[in-house]
């Protein structure tokens, strides 16, 4: 809510949700509250990872309750059976399968062995990933997570919150910030800091890594966040997902990314190590974020010069999430934003009707354009009825 007691944000946004690691569907359905929605994330037939609506179509009961057997989605009340794409497929106490009994089905992805899905039936955006980087060059550590009592859209604002980053983070501005709009749905600021902290930590960041960091960060949608901390020695990439929960909390899990080395032995002892290290001192920073967020809300009349970066991110927020900006075409599971070999290029998803960010640098780029085949035929997604 702002001042005026109306959010100009959506409860729930739009984008790319973490499921869980590949791994897990092995055990069997994975749920996902996102907001009051619920989804289920299972293996489907030839390990392929599907996420549905998890209130069964008979009568609700919640399918991330059930199991998975050859590939179908078992109801854990009358054991309605459900393949990947959503359509029920058996019903013991019946030959005849009524129209009704589908679920409505979302695009996946799997990167780096996570499991992602977009909470509408077409992606708003293709998977972002890092500009010239293709997933197969870096390597995941393991995720961290918590939750913090703010609202889902301040989570990005962090980026643009210049103050904060001496305050919270030792971080001392040396740029002047860069902003750009990689898509009209995405927001990124660059800017170079001294790692100016007296801290164990930030001593041995200056000693291995370098005393400044140019660190870039690209908010899609308010959901997915990119960042890019480059030191004269070394880069980390990490990634946050931003899951709204009922009651104005958010949860974030956060994955830290390193770029492979070469040779089998780096690859097989030094990655892991350092991925390892780079995680706890990523996990450290992002912390001194999230035990100074609970609490934080927006309200634009209590906002100073100082902040005229975070408020034009607002801005943009409310005006992507007010309709504002007319959605291109969806794209095909398994597209990414922004990498290379293999991954495609972005893609202008759409144009702000009528808004004039002239703070931006424009860089919308012309993409391939795999669609998405089918997507209309769907029953309602969940929270949407
Ligand atoms: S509620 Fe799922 S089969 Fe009846
Ligand atoms: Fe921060």
């Known amino acids: 809510m702002n001042h005026l007691g109306r959010s100009p944000f959506p409860l729930i946004p ?29 293996q489907g037939l030839r390990g392929r990872a599907a996420v549905l609506d998890a209130r069964c179509s008979h009568m609700g009961a919640d399918l991330s309750r059930g199991c998975v057997r050859e590939g179908r989605l078992h109801c854990p009340l009358h054991d309605w059976r459900y ?20 679920q409505a089905t979302f695009p996946t992805a799997e990167i780096g062995g996570h499991v992602l899905f977009s909470n509408t039936l077409r992606a708003p955006f293709p998977v972002p990933f890092y500009d010239g980087v293709s997933p197969e060059a870096l390597l995941p550590a393991a995720p961290f997570e918590f939750v913090v009592d703010t609202p889902w859209y301040m989570i990005g604002a962090n980026a643009f919150d210049l103050q904060h980053f001496r305050v919270a983070h030792d971080r001392t501005l040396r740029s002047t910030p860069l902003l750009e709009s990689p898509s009209p749905l995405a927001r990124r600021i660059t800017a170079t800091y001294d790692v100016s902290g007296t801290s164990w930590r930030d001593r041995l960041t200056r000693r291995f890594s370098g005393d400044q960091v140019v660190m870039s960060v690209t908010v899609w949608g308010g959901v997915n ?19 709204p929960l009922e009651g104005g909390r958010t949860h974030l899990r956060n994955i830290v990314w390193i770029p492979r080395r070469r040779g089998v032995v780096a690859r097989a002892v030094l990655d892991p190590l350092d991925a390892w290290v780079r995680r706890h001192f990523i996990r450290a920073f992002v912390m001194d974020d999230a035990t100074r967020s609970d609490g934080v ?3 634009p009349a209590t906002l100073i010069e100082a902040d005229e970066e975070m408020s034009r991110y607002f801005e943009w927020l409310a005006r992507i999430s007010s309709g504002e900006v ?11 934003v922004g990498g ?16 004039d960010d002239s703070s931006v640098a424009g860089d919308t780029g012309n993409g391939s354009d795999d669609r998405r085949p089918d997507a209309g035929n769907q029953p309602a997604a969940p929270g949407t009825d």
Request: charge should be positive; aromatic fraction near 12%.
């Open 225 to 243: 966040i990119l960042v890019t901390a480059t030191f004269r020695r070394t880069t980390s990439y990490g990634m946050v997902f931003v899951r």
């Open 340 to 355: 290379s070999g293999g991954v495609l290029p972005r893609h202008e998803f759409g144009s702000i009707g009528g808004a």
């Open 14 to 42: 739009e984008g790319w949700y973490h499921a869980c690691h590949t791994a897990e569907l092995s055990r069997g359905p994975v749920g996902v509250a996102v907001g009051p929605a619920k989804f289920v994330a299972f």
């Open 297 to 299: 809300r927006y309200n």
């Open 326 to 336: 007319t959605k291109g075409e969806p794209h095909a599971q398994h597209d990414f």
């Open 83 to 102: 393949d990947g794409d959503g359509q029920c497929v058996g019903i013991p106490a019946s030959e005849k399968i009524p129209s009704f009994a589908r």
